[in-house]
């Protein structure tokens, strides 16, 4: 593991109605690191992706790399993972067994004539890790070109839905890729418009959503990859695809707009049928650049990035802060925050960890560091019991997750007669017991950990 230094500041801001600042932290390292995603873990933690440069030989390139970070800022774990040439690492998510899946992009090499100059493509590079970071699996997948990968899904078969681009001399091809466990293809799409921004679960279909200048299109797949559902719409002057949200009975469309004088958000509504329903914009008063937006139970968060010009006596320099923005259920802004002038900060990430704390993530230019930020609403009291068992019922697979120092934890289940099914020791906060080979039934889950012991029912569907 490269030799990492913390900076950690600890800082109290309380803001009216405004989530505070728990804490900041910046990253150094000796290596350029660049973000390019994140996401929270159910231990109320979260964990980060994307490139770090090494030395191969004679050259220099890009490598994977995930950390794993505490609800405290504090590492707890690091993978970096590459092989020959540049790997970039653009999506992250944690999966139903505990572990991750790592997507993004690896450079390829082939001899192009005689003279033995060298041709690069890029293919997308699938990685399987357990909660432990240890591999389980790697996939290759090549459309000729440059493959750039968009995004990736888990749906509640188990399969992983993934979608990228291919883009070479002629044209650009999107593509869908329905994985499973194991990293083997079952089937893949090509979707003939636009480029792809969303990928969604539907009421077990897939929805797909993509934009061509200023044309929005839908498309809804079944899980066998037919297409059943398509739908485009004409928006003007679409400036980004800021996210896509699919609700009990809606699909929600945000988007930001740009005119000669300033950019406009805009919230979209679709039913099932993809019938547009309703269309609302957000009169602004600033003209900050929306990266995404996060629902919050106040309404919707936006984040992005605040670009100024820093100007002294011998020069003026573009920065950028980051910017977190909320507008109420009836699409009105309620307040607007800026985060860190100092320095030119790039925010790629925010989202809600576990407890309700919101996480800002990002790259800054202050030496290669990686730039976190924690918010709290003062008033958040959401209690944290000592053992959290989920979901039940289920199908496969059981979290338990102990909130409270321990040195060994041993669990166990029992069936209705007795028996016992399972019995492990664990050693980490969070662990994932697959019992997807147990009948259907109700069982006894037993914990014993520090003199302490605790039980509850489970159900297996």
Same mark, same amino acid.
């Given at each position: 593991?490269?030799?990492?230094?913390?900076?950690?500041?600890?800082?109290?801001? &309380?803001?009216?109605?405004?989530?505070?600042?728990?804490?900041?932290?910046? @990253?150094?390292?000796?290596?350029?690191?660049?973000?390019?995603?994140?996401? $929270?873990?159910?231990?109320?933690?979260?964990?980060?992706?994307?490139?770090?440069?090494?030395?191969?030989?004679?050259?220099?390139?890009?490598?994977?790399? @995930?950390?794993?970070?505490?609800?405290?800022?504090?590492?707890? %774990?690091?993978?970096?993972?590459?092989?020959?040439?540049?790997?970039? /690492?653009?999506?992250?998510?944690?999966?139903?067994?505990?572990?991750?899946?790592?997507?993004?992009?690896?450079?390829?090499?082939?001899?192009?004539?005689?003279?033995?100059?060298?041709?690069?493509?890029? &293919?997308?590079?699938?990685v399987k890790i357990n909660s432990d970071f240890n591999i389980e699996w790697k996939k290759n997948i090549s459309n000729n070109g440059n493959n750039i990968p968009t995004s990736i899904y888990e749906m509640n078969d188990g399969n992983y839905i993934i979608s990228g681009h291919s883009i070479n001399d002629t044209n650009r091809i999107n593509?869908?890729?329905?994985?499973?466990?194991?990293?083997?293809?079952?089937?893949?799409?090509?979707?003939?418009?636009?480029?792809?921004?969303?990928?969604?679960?539907?009421?077990?279909? =897939?929805?797909?959503?993509?934009?061509?200048?200023?044309?929005?299109?839908?498309? =809804?797949?079944?899980?066998?990859?037919?297409?059943?559902? &398509?739908? %485009?719409?004409?928006?003007?002057?679409?400036?980004?695809?800021?996210?896509?949200?699919?609700?009990?009975?809606?699909?929600?469309?945000?988007?930001?707009?740009?005119?000669?004088?300033?950019?406009?958000?805009?919230?979209?509504?679709?039913?099932?049928?993809?019938?547009?329903?309703?269309?609302?914009? /957000?009169?602004?008063?600033?003209?900050?650049? #929306?990266?995404?937006?996060? #629902?919050?139970?106040?309404? +919707?968060?936006?984040?992005?990035?605040?670009?100024?010009?820093?100007?002294?006596?011998?020069?003026?320099?573009?920065?950028?802060?980051?910017?977190?923005?909320?507008?109420?259920?009836?699409?009105?802004?309620?307040?607007?925050?800026?985060?860190?002038?100092?320095?030119?900060?790039?925010?790629?990430?925010?989202?809600?960890?576990?407890?309700?704390?919101? /996480?800002? @993530?990002? %790259?800054?230019?202050?030496?290669?560091? /990686?730039?976190?930020?924690?918010? &709290?609403?003062?008033?958040?009291?959401? $209690?944290?019991?000592?053992?959290?068992?989920?979901?039940?019922?289920?199908?496969?697979?059981?979290?338990?997750?102990?909130?409270?120092?321990?040195?060994?934890?041993?669990?166990?289940?029992?069936?209705?007669?007795?028996?016992?099914?399972?019995?492990?020791?664990?050693?980490?906060?969070?662990?994932?017991?697959? +019992?997807?080979?147990?009948?259907?039934?109700?069982?006894?889950?037993?914990?014993?950990?520090?003199?302490?012991?605790?039980?509850?029912?489970?159900?297996?569907?």
């Amino acid at each position: 593991m490269k030799f990492i230094y913390l900076l950690f500041l600890l800082i109290s801001v &309380s803001t009216y109605s405004q989530p505070s600042l728990k804490w900041e932290k910046y @990253i150094k390292d000796d290596n350029t690191r660049i973000v390019f995603d994140a996401t $929270s873990t159910l231990d109320y933690g979260f964990v980060i992706g994307g490139a770090i440069s090494s030395v191969k030989g004679e050259k220099s390139s890009f490598d994977f790399f @995930i950390m794993k970070i505490n609800e405290e800022g504090k590492i707890q %774990n690091e993978l970096i993972l590459g092989e020959e040439n540049n790997e970039v /690492l653009y999506k992250v998510i944690q999966v139903r067994d505990g572990g991750f899946l790592l997507l993004g992009s690896q450079e390829l090499e082939q001899d192009s004539n005689v003279e033995n100059l060298i041709s690069l493509e890029t &293919s997308l590079w699938i990685v399987k890790i357990n909660s432990d970071f240890n591999i389980e699996w790697k996939k290759n997948i090549s459309n000729n070109g440059n493959n750039i990968p968009t995004s990736i899904y888990e749906m509640n078969d188990g399969n992983y839905i993934i979608s990228g681009h291919s883009i070479n001399d002629t044209n650009r091809i999107n593509y869908i890729y329905s994985i499973d466990k194991r990293g083997n293809i079952n089937w893949n799409k090509t979707i003939e418009n636009g480029q792809i921004e969303f990928v969604r679960n539907l009421n077990n279909n =897939i929805l797909v959503n993509s934009y061509s200048n200023n044309t929005i299109f839908f498309t =809804i797949l079944n899980q066998e990859g037919e297409e059943i559902n &398509s739908s %485009n719409f004409e928006q003007e002057s679409i400036l980004k695809l800021s996210s896509l949200d699919v609700t009990e009975n809606t699909i929600d469309l945000y988007l930001t707009t740009k005119n000669s004088k300033e950019t406009n958000l805009k919230k979209i509504g679709f039913d099932f049928n993809l019938n547009q329903i309703r269309e609302i914009s /957000l009169d602004r008063k600033n003209n900050h650049i #929306i990266t995404s937006s996060l #629902i919050d139970k106040n309404g +919707i968060l936006f984040y992005g990035n605040q670009y100024f010009i820093n100007r002294n006596n011998e020069y003026s320099e573009r920065k950028a802060s980051y910017v977190l923005e909320l507008v109420d259920k009836n699409f009105k802004q309620t307040w607007i925050k800026e985060f860190s002038k100092e320095n030119d900060n790039n925010l790629v990430k925010a989202f809600k960890t576990r407890d309700q704390s919101i /996480l800002l @993530i990002g %790259n800054s230019d202050k030496e290669n560091n /990686l730039y976190f930020l924690k918010l &709290s609403e003062d008033n958040n009291n959401n $209690s944290i019991q000592n053992i959290e068992v989920f979901p039940i019922p289920t199908n496969d697979y059981l979290n338990v997750i102990i909130n409270q120092k321990f040195q060994l934890a041993k669990i166990k289940i029992f069936d209705m007669a007795g028996r016992n099914m399972l019995n492990i020791e664990k050693k980490d906060r969070h662990s994932v017991l697959n +019992i997807s080979n147990f009948p259907s039934g109700i069982y006894l889950l037993n914990i014993e950990y520090e003199n302490e012991s605790y039980s509850t029912k489970i159900i297996k569907k």
